[in-house]
């Protein structure tokens, strides 16, 4: 059974605060992505990665980075964070053959900042 | 304009009721056209996926698109309430991915 686990379902924290959000998944995928997810405005690309400590910008990078130094381990970093930034953050994963469809997602991690 | 566009709802039916998901695009380089639900503080799950034009069907669900029009449409056929939950639609051009908002269905018993 394939699995992207993130590692917290609930997480709160302050202003200024560093978090750092992580993502594993287990069946051997290129890419993996990060992404927020708000009412209203859907499903938000924050970073994706196509391979091992590489990286690439989405739509909303603003505020966020990322690291990938195993192929199975994606971390997202909020480096001071905002109350704007409260919002539910969900990792993918996907394989880099064609046909580029089936994103595999995580149960997300709801993040508060106080 | 959105890459992407998808009625919020909700939408709310009675059991049994015959219900119409819909997305208009704006991209005609989009091939791969899919539809992911999305039960309550869970991730999203590929419900169906299609290439290009045309229907595909998948027990009470069937997904159809139409290039022509930039539309594409799932309809669930006698809905259960297992069924509530919020749908998405996606699109992909084979490189680049796009999520609708999604719609939020409820079936009432």
């Known amino acids: 059974d394939v699995k992207v686990t993130q590692s917290s379902r609930y997480l709160v924290k302050r202003t200024g605060e560093k978090v750092f959000l992580e993502c594993v998944q287990d069946?051997?995928?290129?890419?993996m992505f990060w992404y927020r997810q708000d009412p209203g405005l859907g499903l938000r690309l924050i970073y994706f990665s196509y391979d091992v400590k590489m990286k690439e910008k989405g739509d909303i990078p603003e505020g966020y980075s990322v690291s990938r130094e195993k192929k199975e381990r994606f971390s997202l970093i909020l480096e001071s964070a905002s109350t704007n930034q409260t919002s539910m953050y969900l990792c993918a994963s996907t394989y880099s053959g064609i046909p580029y469809n089936e994103q595999f997602f995580g149960p997300g991690t709801r993040l508060t900042v106080l | 304009q959105k890459e992407v566009e998808q009625d919020p709802g909700p939408l709310s039916v009675p059991e049994g009721a015959i219900v119409s998901l819909n997305c208009t695009y704006s991209n005609s380089a989009f091939q791969y056209f899919m539809w992911y639900r999305q039960y309550s503080r869970k991730g999203p799950e590929l419900l169906m996926y299609t290439y290009s034009s045309g229907n595909k069907e998948d027990g009470r669900f069937t997904a159809q698109v139409d290039k022509s029009s930039k539309y594409i449409s799932l309809f669930i056929r006698d809905s259960q309430p297992s069924d509530s939950a919020t749908y998405l639609c996606a699109m992909s051009t084979g490189n680049q991915f796009y999520f609708g908002t999604g719609t939020s269905l409820t079936v009432i018993p």
């Open positions: 069946m051997d995928h290129e890419n």
